[in-house]
């Protein structure tokens, strides 16, 4: 039947398998859509991970950056002797240096009562910090101890401080048993190792966690002046510095945090397999869409080969199917993803979005999952003489 229509019309012969039953079109094409959802955010909570865990690193207002040999992350920050980053204004390529505490402290919510780990980051007030220019702009408001720029993107379990602020209400809190008040806001946002963020001043940082060394600190920032090489002055400073400092380009040392959590734990593993999973459903079941579609009409490709076609035409056939059910079955699970993420960024406040690369992957992964398992039903294909079959 199939046969008389794709002459008279030249309907593509692929399409028609495929629509001739739509049941299993139906199938097929939720079994792609689904096993695209599963990479799509898989990918994305990993991608988000890494991307999260340093939001605040992308922003820091530096060239080269301090840190000690035994800080692993930025959940596990170990000090350093200040004078180090002192000791880097001898270079002439160094402009100026921001000594910065950074550490973990129980923030109590001003309505409930009850206290969540937050993310103190303590600096000198006249001393830049961020390229943010809302934390530029309102730095000057810690010279006061006791004030505190509160991270408006913090999870809602710190309490409604944004929304009090903003309506002229006085947002006081406490810290370790010190009162703090709320002088401004900013807009860093919470990561897979803090759930918000606060800024203060040294002084402050210093009330709130009394047993801190004053000559210890757990990040130096340094600025370079215009046209130096980070990576050059870098290697300086290593060869006339001790060996316990590290010292990281900007850009090394947002690599360094993104490799902790891609190596160092095991939530980038189980994403990505989470991803290498959904694709494997998605073989499964393409292959056996189209091994069946491939067995039901065999009787017609071996009746083609009889009259003539060529075994590679009639593979093109397949591969064609393979080829319309992931362009098809890849557009619901492109929608899906983008209402998923635009979900998770309003639930959790992670920086998830679809992003042209993690789209591409995706798309690629169905393009190879389709494909591979049309070439596999193609198997079957290869092996039907027409003269047995009839």
Not at 27 to 34: H, N, P, T
Not at 76 to 105: C, K, Y
Not at 292 to 320: I, N
Request: aromatic share 10%; glycine share 8%; hydrophobic share 50%.
């Amino acid at each position: 039947m199939f046969l008389t229509i794709w002459r008279k019309r030249k309907i593509p012969l692929a399409w028609l398998l495929l629509t001739r039953q739509p049941v299993r079109l139906a199938i097929a094409l939720a079994g792609i859509s689904f096993a695209g959802i599963l990479m799509f955010m898989q990918l994305g909570f990993r991608d988000g991970l890494f991307d999260a865990s340093v939001t605040i690193h992308r922003l820091f207002d530096a060239d080269l950056v301090l840190t000690s040999p035994r800080s692993m992350s930025s959940i596990s920050m170990a000090g350093f002797p200040e004078r180090r980053l002192i000791q880097t204004l001898a270079d002439p390529e160094v402009a100026d240096v921001s000594p910065v505490h950074w550490n973990f402290v129980l923030w109590r919510n001003p309505e409930t009562r009850t206290t969540r780990s937050i993310l103190a980051l303590g600096f000198e007030p006249s001393d830049p910090l961020l390229i943010d220019p809302l934390v530029q702009k309102q730095s000057s408001f810690l010279r006061q101890k006791g004030r505190v720029l509160f991270d408006e993107r913090s999870r809602n379990e710190f309490g409604p401080v944004a929304e009090w602020f903003r309506s002229g209400k006085t947002v006081d809190s406490e810290v370790a048993g010190v009162r703090l008040r709320v002088a401004g806001l900013v807009q860093l946002g919470p990561s897979f190792g803090a759930d918000g963020n606060m800024i203060i001043s040294r002084e402050t940082f210093r009330s709130i966690i009394p047993n801190s060394s004053k000559g210890s600190i757990e990040l130096g920032l340094i600025r370079l002046i215009p046209g130096s090489d980070p990576i050059l002055v870098a290697e300086r400073l290593k060869e006339q510095l001790p060996n316990d400092i590290t010292i990281f380009t900007k850009e090394q040392f947002i690599e360094f945090e993104k490799n902790y959590w891609r190596s160092s734990t095991a939530i980038g593993f189980i994403f990505t397999l989470g991803a290498a999973m959904g694709f494997v459903v998605g073989c499964v079941i393409v292959y056996q869409i189209l091994y069946g579609d491939v067995s039901d009409h065999l009787a017609e490709y071996a009746t083609l080969m009889a009259m003539g076609y060529r075994l590679k035409d009639l593979l093109a056939v397949v591969a064609r199917e393979g080829l319309l059910l992931a362009l098809i079955g890849y557009l619901p699970a492109y929608a899906a993803g983008e209402g998923l993420y635009a979900l998770i960024r309003t639930s959790t406040k992670l920086p998830v979005a679809m992003e042209f690369n993690r789209a591409f992957l995706v798309l690629s992964m169905i393009l190879v999952m389709c494909l591979g398992s049309a070439l596999l039903a193609m198997r079957k294909l290869v092996d039907a003489d027409p003269a047995e079959i009839f």
